[in-house]
């Protein structure tokens, strides 16, 4: 084999190396450009959320919550990263299912026993009547709605006694009805209770207890945007049924009247015009 032959054998498999070697690395950057880039993985911290949908007055407990992973600019505030630093706590406001519990939502943390008292406010006092359907406007009457609070009694004056009706409270919070310290999910249930508790002053219970013991008590489902103060005088069974009565017509004027006496033989008449 002359010399010019293996130098043009040398110079083709070099070819053929140089081109396998293009066409690998063709085929390797071409998989690597198809590949999606890895995206950044953001720093998150540990929340604590409730399991389950939580009442007002529930006392905590770990199994009733867990850890859910948060961006720290999505944190609630106030939230806690610990479930057992919630152990025995109680909740002064609802908690939905998945929602963060944070400081707002509890009670103060002297407060250690769950239920109403967890959720009477400093001051003010808790006092249960005994009630009915109609009471609580068929069912209508929820924890959490604002009540006026209407006596109807009798009344002693003297030898007499007249019904009255009168309005003694205004703008009372229901804390629970019967055992139920939060409105049930289920609308349109009208099921009656046996008993209201509502959030009171001392002077307050003392009013409520006495129109208790000594008349009838309604309730009138309120607004809660309606702050208005009402005062009333109350209603006897006279200006009850006095109400929606027309005016009375007035009498006949008797002014610039002209009598004219008409004699006629032996009969005399008197005209009045």
Known sequence: MSRSTRALIQIAVALVLALGTGVLIFMWTSRVARQPA?????????????????????KLTADMLQLRQFTPDSRPSGAFDDPEALAGRVLGMAVTANEAVTA???????????GV????????????????AVMGLAGFVRPGDRVDVIVSLVQGRGKQDEPITK????????????????ASSEEGKTASVDVYTLELTPEESERLALAATQGTLNFALRNELDTDK???????VTK???????????????????????????????LKF
């Open 38 to 58: 890895a995206a950044p993985q953001a720093r998150t911290v540990a929340v604590v959320v409730a399991k389950a949908d939580l009442g007002p007055g529930t």
């Open 104 to 114: 707002s939502r509890l009670a103060g943390a002297s407060v250690m026993g769950g």
């Open 117 to 132: 008292s967890a959720l009477i406010e400093p001051g003010k006092r808790a006092m249960s009547v005994k009630g009915n």
């Open 167 to 182: 309005l003694v409270l205004e703008r009372v919070k229901v804390l629970a009805t019967g055992t139920q310290l939060q």
């Open 230 to 236: 009402v005062l009333t005088t109350g209603v006897t």
């Open 240 to 270: 009850a049924l006095a109400a929606l009565r027309p005016a009375p017509k007035p009498a006949p004027s008797r002014r610039n009247q002209v009598r004219v006496e008409v004699i006629t033989g032996g009969q005399t008449r008197t």
